[in-house]
C-alpha cells in the first residue's frame, strides 16, 4: 500500500512537470505562430486542473482519516 505522503509527492511532481510543459508549448506555439502546439497546450492545461483536483482529494482523504481515528 503506497503511503498518502508518497501520493502527494508523485502528484506535485506530475503538477510541476506538466506545468513546465504547458508553459514551453504555449511559449513555443506563440512564438511560431502554431495553432497545434497553443492547442495542445491548453489540453496540458486540463491535465494540471485535474492534477490540481487529485491532489487536493489526497488532502482531504488525509484529514478525514485523522479525524475519524
Request: net charge positive; proline share 0%; no cysteine.
Amino acid at each position: 500500500m503506497v503511503s498518502a505522503k508518497g501520493n502527494k509527492r508523485r502528484l506535485a511532481a506530475m503538477f510541476t512537470m506538466t506545468f513546465a510543459f504547458f508553459l514551453v508549448e504555449i511559449i513555443v506555439g506563440y512564438l511560431t505562430n502554431s495553432m497545434a502546439l497553443v492547442a495542445d497546450s491548453f489540453h496540458m492545461l486540463s491535465d494540471v486542473a485535474a492534477l490540481v483536483v487529485a491532489f487536493v482529494s489526497v488532502k482531504v482523504i488525509i484529514i478525514v482519516i485523522i479525524n475519524v481515528t
